[in-house]
C-alpha cells in the first residue's frame, strides 16, 4: 500500500509542476513585448509613437554620429539597429561606456522626429578579455565589429 | 539513497567530512580572490570595474543553484517522505537567500559605474528579485504554522511551484531585450570570457560551492541534535 501512496504523490507532483509551467509558459507568452526593456528604431519607425508617451529606445550609437554641442552637456547622436535609425538627442552627464559603436537604452519621448533622452545607460556585451588580446584581435583582423567597443554582436543589440 | 537517508548514518559522515569542506573551501577562496584581485587582467572595456564579477558571478550561480537544490529536497521529502530532505531543504533556504542578495548587491554596484544606474526593471534584474522573494517566502511559510509538519509541507509545495523562475531567470536576457548582458560562459559556442578570467572565476565558483556544503551539513547538524532535542522534552513533559 505505501508504494501506490508514493506514486499517487509522485504522479501528483509531476502533473502540478506541467501546469504550472504551462500556466507560466502562456503568461509570458502573453506578455510578449511587454517584458522586453525597449523598443529597436525599427519598432520606433514602424509604430511611429506620439509625443506624450514615454518609452526606452535601444541600439546601437552610429558610428560617427555623435556630435557635443559647444558650450552645453547637449549630445546628439544616432541610434541604429543596423535596418533603421533613430535620432537622439540628449542633455546631461553619459555613462563610462557610452562609445560609438556601443549599444545604449535610452528614456525618453519621440519629438519631431527625435528621441528626446531623459536618462542614456549603457549596455555591455558578453565579452571579456585583457586590453592585449583585443589590440590582437583587431590587428589580426578577426574583430567582429566597430572599434573603441565590441561589434554588433547579436548580444549588443539585444535581439 | 536509503543508506544515507538514515539521520544516524548522516550525522556520522557529516561529522567527518565537515573539517575537510571548511578546508578545501578556504584554499579554494584564497587561490580564487588572489587570482581575481593580482593575476586577472583589467577588462579591454571595463577597467579594473570587472573584478567585480568574480564576486557577482557566482553569488548568482549559487543563487539558482541552492534554489535548484532546495526545490529537489521538497520534492523529495513531499513524495518519498525522507527525513533528512525537508531538513536539507530547509537548512538550503537562508544560504540561498544570502547569495542572492549578495549577487543583488554587487550587480547593483556594478550596474551603476557600468550602465549608469543601480537598477532596472529588465527580466534579468526582476527574476532575480523575485527569486530573492522566493526564499523570503519559504522561509516565512514554514514558520507560519503551528504545527511544524504542517509548515514544511505548505513550504515544500512554495519552492517546487516557485522552481518555474528558474529557466525564466536563466533564459531571460535571451527570451527578451534587456540592460543585462546575455550569458559569457554557459552558453552555446563556448565561454566569450578570455581564460585568464575564466579561471579564477571557475575557481570562485568551486569556493562558493565548497562554503554551500559546508555551511549545509553545519545547519543540518544543528537540526537534527534540535529535533532529539525536542524529542526528548516532549518525552519528559508527557513522562514516557
Known amino acids: ?25 502562456l503568461i509570458l507568452f502573453a506578455l510578449g513585448d511587454g517584458v522586453s526593456l525597449f523598443h529597436s528604431p525599427t519598432d520606433i519607425v514602424n509604430k511611429q509613437p ?16 555623435v556630435v557635443r554641442e559647444e558650450g552645453s552637456a547637449l549630445v546628439r547622436f544616432v541610434v541604429t539597429d543596423l535596418e533603421n535609425t533613430v535620432a537622439v538627442s540628449y542633455e546631461g552627464l553619459l555613462p563610462d561606456l557610452f562609445r560609438e559603436g556601443q549599444g545604449i537604452v535610452a528614456e525618453g519621448r519621440m519629438q519631431n522626429g527625435v528621441f528626446v533622452a531623459s536618462e542614456v545607460l549603457a549596455k555591455h556585451d558578453e565579452n571579456y578579455m585583457p586590453p592585449e588580446v583585443a589590440d590582437a584581435l583587431k590587428k589580426s583582423g578577426q574583430w567582429k565589429g566597430g572599434d573603441g567597443a565590441a561589434g554588433p554582436a547579436d548580444g549588443a543589440l539585444g535581439k | 539513497m536509503h543508506r544515507f537517508a538514515n539521520p544516524t548514518r548522516f550525522l556520522r559522515i557529516a561529522a567527518a567530512v565537515q573539517p575537510w ?10 587561490a580564487g580572490l ?8 583589467a577588462d579591454y572595456q571595463q577597467g579594473e570595474s570587472v573584478r567585480i564579477m568574480y564576486v557577482h558571478v557566482p ?3 549559487m543563487g539558482m543553484f541552492c534554489y535548484a537544490a532546495m526545490a529537489v529536497a521538497s520534492a523529495v521529502a513531499l513524495i518519498w517522505k525522507h527525513p533528512l530532505a525537508d531538513v536539507a531543504a530547509k537548512a538550503t533556504a537562508p544560504v540561498g537567500a544570502a547569495f542572492t542578495f549578495l549577487s543583488l548587491a554587487t550587480g547593483s554596484l556594478w550596474g551603476k559605474p557600468m550602465w549608469g544606474t543601480w537598477w532596472v526593471w529588465d527580466a534579468r534584474l526582476t527574476s532575480m528579485l523575485i527569486l530573492l522573494f522566493l526564499y523570503v517566502g519559504y522561509m516565512a511559510l514554514q514558520g507560519a504554522f503551528d504545527d511544524r509538519a504542517r509548515g514544511a509541507k ?10 518555474v523562475n ?26 566569450s570570457i578570455h581564460a585568464s578570467m575564466l579561471w579564477p572565476l571557475l575557481l570562485l565558483a568551486l569556493a562558493y560551492k565548497g562554503y554551500y556544503i559546508w555551511v549545509l551539513l553545519v545547519r543540518m547538524r544543528e537540526e537534527l541534535t534540535a529535533n ?13
Open chain 1, 1 to 25: 500500500m505505501a508504494m501506490k501512496r508514493k506514486h499517487k504523490r509522485l504522479t501528483f507532483v509531476i502533473i502540478a509542476l506541467a501546469l504550472v509551467g504551462l500556466a507560466t509558459g
Open chain 1, 50 to 65: 506620439g509625443p506624450d508617451q514615454r518609452l526606452r529606445l535601444g541600439g546601437l550609437v552610429e558610428e560617427g554620429s
Open chain 2, 21 to 30: 569542506v571548511m578546508w578545501i573551501t578556504v584554499a579554494l577562496f584564497g
Open chain 2, 34 to 41: 588572489y587570482m581575481a584581485l593580482f593575476t586577472a587582467p
Open chain 2, 59 to 61: 553569488a548568482a550561480w
Open chain 2, 154 to 163: 505548505a513550504s515544500a509545495i512554495l519552492a517546487l511551484v516557485g522552481a
Open chain 2, 166 to 191: 528558474l529557466p525564466i531567470i536563466k533564459f531571460s536576457v535571451d527570451w527578451w531585450n534587456t540592460l543585462h548582458q546575455p550569458a559569457s560562459v554557459i552558453k552555446m559556442g563556448g565561454p
Open chain 2, 228 to 240: 532529539k532535542v525536542r524529542i526528548l522534552r516532549l518525552k519528559q513533559v508527557h513522562g514516557g
